[in-house]
Structures are given as structure tokens and as C-alpha cells.
């Protein structure tokens, strides 16, 4: 019974050491690993070291393209299409007639109106004479005075509506496509072609209502298109005068010279709106921007370390971005590798 009480404590005693042992080995095993990790080679990235400089503040919008002055054509009266006196796509005259709407019927109104005037004038007169000899009542002169306004009154309704079968352009400018031909019933309703202005074309596009306190009238605005690289200048000519409440924009209008015809209403337009100059600005790369859900943050060497920053910031460009707060001159602003980074993460930084 001895020996086999010895045995067992031996066992428990053999047992004990093992796990002592194995607890020792995991401890230096996880000793000689946060040494490595402390001793982690630093991650090689760019960066800028933060000087100020001037910038130009410039907001880069969308705008979209509207003629100067732009009418759909159609007929007042309803009847039959007469001529056609325009040609699809050319330049036409204030004043130029476009097409004619067959007034026969209404002539032929004004004739019999015409007549019933002059007989109603002429009852007028003779009533005024009788009235004079104090042979007929003021009211029965007064009877024959009205039926003589009300007959002239109906020839120059018809005279107006006569007027309405000639249309006429109200402005300057290029015809569009017809949707008519010689001999067409046309109604009010029928839409015959597009009157436009182009010499001169409109750009609207909105700004964030924070910068509308910077806006003036007449600014000079340049303008690009899609498909070419020409630059156009346009002046600020009207503001609205408030802010749409939906998306908390401005919205504001130009005008630009169109001589070469390049600019085509209802295309879009890039707009650089020129806002200010800030002196001693801190302008940084917008590579090195973090978005996060607080806002925007950077990295910055520190002693061989990266560290995370909160700034606030204003307008964008291409390339670059304007920070408001969060950065100091003399910074060193780390550029790349940034989505991977950490505070306190170890950085050897190439400064360009």
C-alpha cells in the first residue's frame, strides 16, 4: 500500500512539473513576441512637410446651359396652314414671318361687320341729329350709340384674329425643326417649331448656401464643356434672392458670349466660381484625407510614430484641399499608406 501511495504522489509531482514548465515556456514564448511586435520595422511612406501659401478659393460647380432667349412657335387660331415662309435650322429676323394660317372665313366676317359698322354709324349720326331737334329721348340715341360701338368693337376682334394668322418671330435668333406642312389643320395646341437665341446663352447652377454671402453680381466665372478644352468666361447677371429650403442652395445665373455656336442649350457646364484669396493657407493633398464618421481625419509623423488628427475642411479641388483647423505649419503631413495606418504606428517617412 506504501509503494502504490508513493506511485501516485510521484505521478502528481511529475504531473505538476509538466504544467509548471509548459506555463514558463508559453510566458517567454509571449515575451519573445511582443518584443518582436515592439520591435516591428516601421512602414516606409510619403509625406509633405505643412508650409502655408496663398489659395485661390475657387468652388468647382456643374451648371447647365440655357439659351438667351428660346419660344415654341404656334398658331393663335386654328385653320389651315397657307405657306411656310422659314427654312429648318436657319437664322431668322424679328419680325420675319414664319407661316401663314388661311384666313379666308375671317375676311369674310370683317366684310359683313364692316357693313354692319357703317350702318350702325350711320344710325348713330342721324340719331344724334334727332336728338339735337329734341325729336327722339336721350335713351334712343343712346341705344343707336351703343349698337355703333358694339359693331365697331366686332371688326376689330376680327381685324385681331386676322393678325393672329400671320405669325411672326418675336425675337432675333435660329428656327428649329417644323412639325407642320403646307396644308396642315393646325389648333393652338400643335407645336410647330422652336425659336431660339444663342448668340448669348445663360449658365444657372447652385452653391452651398455657406458661400452665399461671398457671391456678387457681375463675377467673372469660367466655364469647360464635355468634348473640348476651350475655356469661357461668363458674368454673374442675377442671384436669387433666397435659399432653396430642400437642398440649402443658391441658386445663381450667368451669361456668356456663344460667337462660335459651341455652346448648346441643355448641356451641362463645368463652372469654376471664383470666391476668395486666402493668405497663409494650409493646403494639403486630398490623398491625405480620411474620412470617417466623426469627419475627416490626417496623419502626421510624431517621433517616428504616426499620429491621427481631426481637421476641418473647406473647399476641394482636383488635387489639393484647404484645412481650416487641426494642422500647424511645420507639420509633417503623411501622404501615403494612410488607410493602413494606426496611431502609434511606426512610419519611416520619405518627405518630398
Not at 468652388?59 to 432667349?69: D, P, Q, T, V
Not at 364692316?114 to 340719331?127: D, V
Not at 384674329?161 to 393646325?186: M, N
Amino acid at each position: 500500500m506504501k509503494i502504490k501511495n508513493l506511485v501516485y504522489a510521484l505521478l502528481i509531482i511529475s504531473f505538476g512539473a509538466f504544467v509548471t514548465y509548459r506555463i514558463m515556456e508559453n510566458k517567454k514564448k509571449s515575451e519573445n513576441s511582443k518584443d518582436k511586435s515592439d520591435k516591428k520595422s516601421p512602414i516606409a511612406v510619403n509625406g509633405i512637410v505643412i508650409k502655408p501659401q496663398t489659395f485661390d478659393n475657387n468652388l468647382s460647380l456643374s451648371g447647365s446651359i440655357e439659351a438667351n432667349e428660346q419660344v415654341e412657335i404656334r398658331s393663335e387660331v386654328s385653320g389651315i396652314v397657307e405657306s411656310i415662309n422659314f427654312k429648318e435650322g436657319s437664322n431668322i429676323n424679328k419680325g420675319q414671318l414664319l407661316f401663314k394660317v388661311n384666313d379666308t372665313e375671317l375676311r369674310a366676317q370683317l366684310s359683313q361687320t364692316i357693313t354692319k359698322e357703317k350702318l350702325a354709324g350711320e344710325n348713330e349720326r342721324r340719331a344724334n341729329l334727332l336728338l339735337q331737334k329734341e325729336a327722339i329721348s336721350q335713351e334712343e340715341y343712346d341705344i343707336a350709340k351703343a349698337e355703333y360701338a358694339s359693331a365697331k368693337a366686332q371688326s376689330q376682334l376680327i381685324k385681331a384674329q386676322i393678325a393672329k394668322t400671320s405669325v411672326r418671330a418675336p425675337f432675333s435668333g435660329k428656327i428649329g425643326l417644323r412639325s407642320i406642312s403646307q396644308g396642315t389643320y393646325i389648333t393652338p395646341t400643335v407645336l410647330v417649331t422652336k425659336l431660339v437665341n444663342i448668340e448669348k446663352v445663360k449658365i444657372s447652377f447652385s452653391i452651398p448656401e455657406k458661400y452665399a454671402a461671398q457671391i456678387k453680381m457681375g463675377t467673372l466665372i469660367e466655364i469647360t464643356v464635355s468634348g473640348s478644352t476651350k475655356k469661357y468666361t461668363a458674368k454673374i447677371y442675377a442671384i436669387e434672392p433666397e435659399v432653396e429650403v430642400t437642398t440649402r442652395t443658391l441658386k445663381i445665373r450667368a451669361i456668356a458670349d456663344n460667337i462660335d455656336g459651341k455652346l448648346f442649350p441643355g448641356t451641362f457646364a463645368d463652372v469654376k466660381l471664383p470666391l476668395n484669396i486666402v493668405n497663409e493657407a494650409i493646403v494639403i493633398p486630398t490623398e491625405a484625407i480620411v474620412p470617417v464618421q466623426e469627419g475627416k481625419k490626417v496623419f502626421i509623423s510624431n517621433m517616428g510614430k504616426a499620429k491621427e488628427i481631426m481637421v476641418e475642411t473647406s473647399t476641394r479641388t482636383d488635387a489639393s484641399i484647404l484645412i481650416l483647423s487641426g494642422l500647424n505649419q511645420g507639420d509633417t503631413l503623411i501622404t501615403s499608406g494612410v488607410m493602413s495606418l494606426k496611431n502609434d504606428t511606426p512610419v519611416k517617412v520619405k518627405v518630398k
